[in-house]
């Protein structure tokens, strides 16, 4: 006898089944379909460039769930339910392509091991099914939702292999437990069924399987068509957005050409204010309204997020699910529009964003939800499907601020000093080239030329505890004997701050008039302490044709370092290390610090508890360094408490807002001063051997 089984066994009318899969397809495709033209709605956005990447990324995180993984118990959860879902698929179609052929391949040996890796795949998606329940009914985290699509779901997948196995187990009763006792045990799953029903006559199991055969195929159909409306069409949705993911450093912002916009309203008969910024929906790319629907309300994002923690009012997870909401009401209204059904003033929908008193209609975000965030990137870090909220809140504060003018008043000062003064510090009590008026500093404005340009930031020239970290600097690249030069008096600010509270008018008048300089200058090669403007010169000037060599300080002093241009002491006694948002998360910048600091320690790094991509924010980002939004627990303070149960007496930063938001936190919270915040720089300079 040869070990096979026979694929309608007991069933009549079995190929009945291909005419409702082709309805179940259908009823996919048109949900698949239905988004497709809510996705039309945005603007265009290229995400089509880089293939290889793009696919190399794709298989990376389906088939080796890495985002999924930086949770372990969720992650493995995942991985248990994706393996055996797709093991499923994959036997069903070698099943179906043997009934379509007529080839009978899987029998003998082949069979016996297609059966006991599709039953174990199958047993092994049972267990992360109940890992799933498990943690929604049981572990109830604060960020898990469960909701009546998670029931749906979760329910429908258990019943499907638990039917599978029921339908299985019922054959081999009737079948291989009388006539092949020895190939039974090679489907474990259906085995152990087998061993519950093996009392009952072959009449009764006979029965009893066709009709769950049928109840299981109706319930399969229904899971197809189920599948591009509910909470698994992240398996669609999902994939095509990770495919299409940011691939640029320093999670880059999409931006309009203001000045572009601003000639063209000029130039219409009896135009209109200008509309800068997102006020529609529709005002997004595609890939953002693509971004709704890839959402499958984890939480993860919600659970790393600072100003959450805080206790603002931001909810990256609810920001990104009433969006997805909001789209869904509109979407049709403004399909119809554009195809000429009817006009604009017969939507009546809530707006997109808003005050909660604003009108009868509550907006699907709040502003305060908006000026909740800190833009440190650690949602889209988080996120396995590889979501961009920041973006989307930025839009919505362009429009806040260019267009109608609406932002606190902490914002609306910094933004006009930039404007006036070229710095966002209110009321600064120094000038730009005072701190350097007793060194001996090239400036590139006297006639100087120098190899690398040293770029100080505001911050670095203009506070005082950052002019401290920017004395050091500039004692350790002169102990190196490194060729540099600053702008002295005319350095301006990169324009990072305005970017992200919403200014992007006052941001690209920044970068226009700073990249007219170093082309004066003729600036190739920059060195600068603080990782916002970092990542500003090395990432975003070169959308305006600004393209330079940037090197973060940390870099930079790892380089010298390693090439024996500095001599260092081992001094400090105990040393922990913030990560900032802007060299970590956006950059990928985690080694080089620590090995600075490594280098002038006797024991090396202490790691805070969130480290690395995981690092909490220090609170100041999204123009937070000038602003205050009083939050119940205040983010810096959560980080130096962090800080302060590690045990390290010295708390190493490279970013002077990092710098800014610990100074705060010590007088706060440690008056007595039992930690020390330092630069990487000034422990260096400190350690210089003599």
Known sequence: MIDTREIYWNIIGGKLIYLFFAVSMAVF???VYCRYRLWCLGGGEARFDRIAERIKGLLIEIFGQRRQLRMLYPGLMHVFIFYGFMAEVVATTLVGIQEWTGIHFLQGVTYRWFSLLSDSFGLVAIVGLGMAIARRVVMRPKHVESLTEDAIALGLLLLLFVQGFVIEGLRIAATELRDNPALAPWSPGGYMVALLLQDLSVPALRLIHRYNWWVHAVMAFVFIGYFSYGKLNHVIYGALNIFCRNLNRGFALPYPDIEALLEAEEGKQGAEEPVLGIKEIQQYSWKSLLDLDACVNCGRCESVCPATLGGSKLNPRMLIRNMGAHLTAVGPSLLAVGAGNGAAADIEHAPLF????GGPLLPAVLEEELWGCRTCGACQQECPMYIEHVPKMVGMRRYLVMTESKMSDEAQMFLKNIDDRGHPFVGAAHEREEWFQDLDIKVFGRG???EYLFWVGCAGALVDRNIQVTRAFVKVLQAAGVDFAVLGAEESCTGDPARRVGG?????????????????YQVQRIITTCPHCFNTLANEYSAFGGKYQVVHHAEFIRQLIQSGRLRLRQDVASVTYHDPCYLGRHNGIYEAPREVLASVSKSGVQELPRNRSRSLCCGAGGGYAWMDDKLPSRI???????????????????????MQMFEDAIRAKDPERTVRAADIAELVAEALAA
Do not use: W
């Open 354 to 357: 808003g005050e909660a008193d």
């Open 29 to 31: 495709a048109y949900g």
């Open 448 to 450: 100087d030329t120098a």
């Open 636 to 658: 810096h303070h959560l980080r130096f408490e962090e800080v302060k149960g590690c045990g390290a007496s010295t708390a190493a930063v490279s970013c002077p807002f990092c």
């Open 504 to 520: 992007e008018l006052t941001f690209q008048m920044c970068a226009k008039a700073n990249i007219e300089l170093f082309e004066r």
